[in-house]
């Protein structure tokens, strides 16, 4: 009984000790830990805004995740101290859902969501009966029927806030098209078994597919650009602030728009776009 008191005893010092050595390393002001999801922002965050913090004297760790849940909370939570994975929309939503106090600090550029198919080469030969896969998650499924509705695929209701639709809200549907929603980072598997699917730009890069191949792209407004965000009380914090001075930097443009890079075709957000035009002036 004695020796399994010690070793109880033991075990718990040593989880207590890991777990000091977890808080410390986490509060670090020289540690900067990024939450991403799959896909090419984990890439962002390496090649485009690592090396200048690392100049500023930051180490930089890239924690990726596998859904869109999970670095909200772990932001929340202080697992990690920022995220490049969403959009502004989601970002709100899920906050404000979730009672989180967490500020977006700024705006990147973003792959939009297309319509993918190893089926079909043009929206022509959609017919009745032809499933489309679209994400789950009430912000992309609105995101996604909004997509639809701009290609003349769906309409939806008129008394329908089209931020907050969903497939209930499809007023006429003239090919007769079956939608299903999944989990956004399933979607790119369903395109052996489905007419069609609506991918988000990460998850599409991340499953070897080129945006380029995509039948039709959505063009994306500055609330769906995605955004570095952090805990509210960190927004002001120096390293909040120097990620941001990062991001404006010549070498992140340089990054961005290296025609090597798969962020060569993404979309700009409108600061970005305005701060070349005025260089230009």
Same mark, same amino acid.
């Not at 009672?99 to 993918?116: D, E, F, H, N």
């Not at 079909?120 to 029927?145: F, M, V, Y």
């Not at 010549?250 to 409108?270: G, T």
């Given at each position: 009984?004695?020796?399994?008191?010690?070793? %109880?005893?033991?075990?718990?010092?040593? *989880?207590?000790? =890991? %777990?000091?050595?977890?808080?410390?390393?986490?509060?670090?002001?020289?540690?900067?830990?990024?939450?991403?999801?799959?896909?090419? !922002?984990?890439?962002?965050?390496?090649?485009?805004?690592?090396?200048?913090?690392? &100049?500023?004297?930051?180490?930089?760790?890239?924690? &990726?995740?596998?859904?869109?849940?999970?670095?909200?909370?772990? *932001?929340?939570?202080?697992?990690?101290?920022?995220? *490049?994975?969403?959009? #502004?929309? !989601?970002?709100?939503?899920?906050? &404000?859902?979730?009672?989180?106090?967490?500020?977006?600090?700024?705006?990147?550029?973003?792959?939009?969501?297309?319509?993918? %198919?190893?089926?079909?080469?043009?929206?022509?030969?959609?017919?009745?009966?032809?499933?489309?896969?679209?994400?789950?998650?009430? #912000?992309?499924?609105?995101?996604?029927?909004?997509?639809?509705?701009?290609?003349?695929?769906? #309409?939806?209701?008129?008394?329908?806030?089209?931020?907050?639709?969903?497939?209930?809200?499809?007023?006429?549907?003239?090919? =007769?098209?079956?939608?299903?929603?999944?989990?956004?980072?399933?979607?790119?598997?369903?395109?052996?078994?489905?007419?069609?699917?609506?991918?988000? =730009?990460?998850?599409?890069?991340? +499953?070897?597919?080129?945006?380029?191949?995509? *039948? &039709?792209?959505?063009?994306?407004?500055?609330?769906?650009?995605?955004?570095?965000?952090?805990?509210?009380?960190?927004?002001?914090?120096?390293?909040?602030?120097?990620?941001?001075?990062?991001?404006?930097?010549?070498?992140?443009?340089?990054?961005?728009?290296?025609?090597?890079?798969?962020?060569?075709?993404?979309?700009?957000?409108?600061?970005?776009? +305005? +701060?070349?035009?005025?260089?230009?002036?």
């Amino acid at each position: 009984m004695k020796l399994r008191l010690t070793f %109880s005893a033991l075990t718990s010092a040593l *989880l207590l000790a =890991g %777990s000091i050595q977890a808080a410390q390393a986490n509060s670090d002001p020289h540690t900067i830990v990024f939450g991403v999801a799959p896909g090419p !922002y984990g890439d962002m965050v390496k090649e485009a805004i690592a090396p200048s913090l690392k &100049e500023k004297g930051y180490k930089v760790v890239v924690r &990726e995740f596998s859904d869109y849940v999970q670095p909200n909370m772990a *932001l929340a939570n202080g697992s990690i101290d920022a995220n *490049l994975f969403q959009h #502004t929309l !989601y970002f709100n939503k899920f906050k &404000e859902d979730k009672g989180l106090k967490l500020t977006k600090l700024i705006s990147v550029p973003t792959a939009g969501m297309g319509l993918y %198919s190893h089926k079909i080469t043009s929206l022509d030969q959609l017919k009745k009966g032809d499933i489309i896969t679209l994400s789950n998650d009430p #912000t992309n499924l609105a995101r996604g029927l909004r997509f639809l509705a701009s290609l003349g695929l769906v #309409t939806i209701k008129p008394n329908i806030d089209p931020t907050k639709a969903s497939e209930r809200d499809i007023a006429e549907n003239p090919k =007769g098209l079956v939608f299903k929603p999944l989990e956004a980072a399933q979607l790119p598997r369903t395109l052996d078994s489905v007419t069609g699917a609506l991918v988000n =730009g990460n998850f599409a890069i991340a +499953a070897g597919l080129k945006l380029s191949s995509a *039948l &039709e792209q959505e063009h994306l407004d500055d609330n769906l650009k995605n955004i570095i965000a952090v805990r509210s009380d960190d927004a002001d914090k120096p390293f909040a602030k120097d990620i941001v001075a990062v991001v404006k930097s010549p070498a992140y443009r340089a990054v961005i728009d290296d025609p090597k890079n798969n962020f060569i075709s993404f979309q700009k957000p409108d600061w970005m776009a +305005a +701060a070349a035009q005025t260089q230009q002036q």
